[in-house]
């Protein structure tokens, strides 16, 4: 039985190898994922040290034999409170509702970690082998049927809401778990527990999170993100050109020189810069060399800053603001005439985040448009990246935020009070060290 755990630990041990050394998002879920591949690790460690104390009773002094067998099933009922942590994590990036369980499942944690380490431990002895027992045995089956429990509850409350391939990894998973439990619940001497976390730990690894898949992934991302700050608007420079022509038959050659100044600035500036990080004050100068531009084609468009002065050093995906200002202009302001205002406004919303918003007078949504964007922002992560069609620009700053800021950040729409709507980005608060 012990060749069994060490072969277990040695599996976990080559994908926890293979995933350390891969590439991959720095967010809440791989976090957990982390710490649970470690805990895993130290939890077969104490698995295949109870294996073979439990079997040496006569040779392994009591007390160190007890310690060690509380430590083992303590350390599972860890692993299996992270197993809920992780699917609770990625329920909520899948639906974008909160985890209202994670109390209920802390505390359960706590009471099952100080019942397995008071509770009485005894031990029985067989022909085909040793097994722990007593009251204290009741932590781990409790646990397992507590966080399966919750588990499977939020399976399948949010059923159709998680990508198929999530649910199925977190189905299987939870399948497995339930029937190695129950098979070491009718055989005490099998000691196979190890062997349904393991399995567990590998279908979410395999499924959920394989460096390749998160690799390519990332690549994808990446190059939707290079499409989109190549990209410019042919219209934009055709009718921005032809602005300049009529105004140089109508003044004089000063004001052309002017706007040729700004146009050559806005070109200059979104291709001189190829990291994928910039200071905020390094965008607003991109901007407002667009908006001079676009203020002076549409007279009757007015841009309005509101750059909290303390900000300027903050980083900021490089080349957002561009297209959410035209999406604005565009599907706002178009329909009327582009009269009305744009306000451009970045505050701290705390110390570790920053808010930058871009409010206008517009049209506002037409009928089920909002809950169609809401949905794409929502579920970016399915959606292939867009090279063509009205939300290009929309779909790709979202994908770019999550990618380089991580999932918690991102972009949402709210409509105003008075007319129009608002984009609102929701970035960490970082300073550019350079």
């Not at 802390?106 to 031990?123: D, E, T």
């Not at 499409?227 to 003044?251: C, E, G, M, W």
């Not at 178009?334 to 409010?359: L, P």
Request: glycine content about 6%; hydrophobic content about 45%.
């Amino acid at each position: 039985m012990l060749r069994m755990e060490i072969a277990l630990f040695l599996v976990i041990a080559f994908v926890a190898y293979m995933y350390f050394s891969a590439e991959k998002e720095r967010n809440a879920l791989h976090r957990t994922f982390s710490v649970l591949l470690v805990t895993v690790l130290i939890h077969l460690v104490l698995d295949g040290s109870t294996v073979y104390t439990v079997n040496h009773l006569d040779t392994v002094p009591g007390l160190f034999n007890d310690i060690l067998h509380r430590l083992f099933l303590g350390s599972m009922v860890v692993v299996l409170f992270l197993f809920y942590q992780y699917i609770a994590i990625l329920v909520q990036e899948e639906t974008g509702k909160g985890r209202q369980l994670d109390w209920p499942a802390r505390i359960f944690l706590i009471v099952a970690v100080l019942g397995n380490f008071l509770l009485p431990i005894s031990y029985t002895v067989t022909t085909e082998g040793n097994y722990s027992s007593g009251p204290y045995m009741y932590v781990p089956y409790a646990a397992v049927a507590f966080y399966l429990l919750l588990c499977s509850g939020l399976l399948t409350l949010n059923w159709r809401q998680i990508d198929q391939k999530k649910r199925s990894a977190i189905g299987i998973a939870l399948v497995i778990e339930f029937v190695v439990c129950v098979l070491q619940g009718l055989n005490h001497t099998w000691l196979i527990s190890g062997m349904g976390i393991t399995l567990m730990t590998l279908s979410f690894y395999l499924t959920l999170e394989n460096p390749e898949v998160l690799r390519a992934e990332l690549v994808e991302q990446k190059m939707s993100m290079l499409y989109l700050k190549s990209q410019v608007n042919p219209h934009f420079l055709y009718n921005t050109l032809d602005t300049i022509r009529i105004q140089a038959q109508l003044n004089g050659d000063k004001q052309v020189a002017d706007l040729l100044m700004r146009l050559v600035d806005f070109f200059r500036l979104s291709v001189k810069v190829d990291r994928p990080m910039v200071t905020l004050d390094d965008e607003m100068e991109l901007l407002e060399a667009y908006m001079e531009l676009m203020c002076c084609r549409y007279p009757e468009l007015n841009c309005a800053y509101d750059i909290d002065p303390d900000l300027g050093g903050a980083e900021v995906p490089n080349f957002i603001l561009q297209p959410i200002v035209e999406n604005s202009l565009l599907h706002g302001l178009k329909n009327k005439g582009y009269r009305g205002d744009v306000t451009i406004s970045a505050q701290k919303v705390s110390n570790e985040r920053m808010e930058i918003s871009v409010r206008d007078t517009g049209s506002g949504f037409v009928e089920g448009k909002k809950a169609a964007i809401d949905a794409m922002l929502q579920s970016y992560a399915k959606q292939p990246p867009k090279l063509t069609g009205n939300s290009i620009g929309v779909l790709n700053v979202q994908k770019r935020i999550k990618l380089l800021c991580g999932r918690e950040y991102g972009l949402n729409y709210t409509e105003n009070i008075d007319g129009g709507v608002t984009a609102h980005i929701l970035l960490p608060l970082k300073e550019d060290m350079k």
